[in-house]
């Protein structure tokens, strides 16, 4: 299994990037061929240690690494990327890995 992690920043308006990721953002990232699950955080997202930057992270879920290529290579994957500098004010970091159980 491989995973997308993308970490979204405080935005200028919470409000305005929560209504716009729920009714535009995750329906477009929803049609990325490959995406086999797909998550978002509830509430607050902190450390150890209390606050953090982030508003919001999203996991994407896909079966290896060739699937993430390949559906963030696609029309749909690109149109998604190019939608996070509509909403994501504050900026946003992506990390992409394969997992194994261990």
């Known amino acids: 299994m491989a995973h997308v992690v993308v970490m979204y920043k405080t935005p200028k308006d919470t409000a305005a990037f929560d209504k ?5 953002h995750i329906p477009l990232a929803k049609k990325i061929p ?9 509430g607050a997202v902190g450390t150890p240690a209390g606050p953090s930057g982030f508003h919001l992270i999203a996991t ?3 079966d290896d690494m060739a699937a993430v290529k390949a559906g ?6 690109k149109a998604a990327g190019a939608d996070v500098a ?8 992506m990390i992409m890995f394969d997992t194994h159980a261990v």
Do not use: M, N
Not at 86 to 93: E, H, L, R, V
């Open 72 to 77: 963030f290579g696609s029309p749909e994957g």
């Open 60 to 62: 994407l879920h896909f």
């Open 20 to 24: 716009y990721y729920s009714e535009i």
């Open 34 to 42: 490959g995406l086999r699950k797909f998550e978002v955080s509830k």
């Open 86 to 93: 509509k909403f994501a004010t504050g900026g946003a970091d």
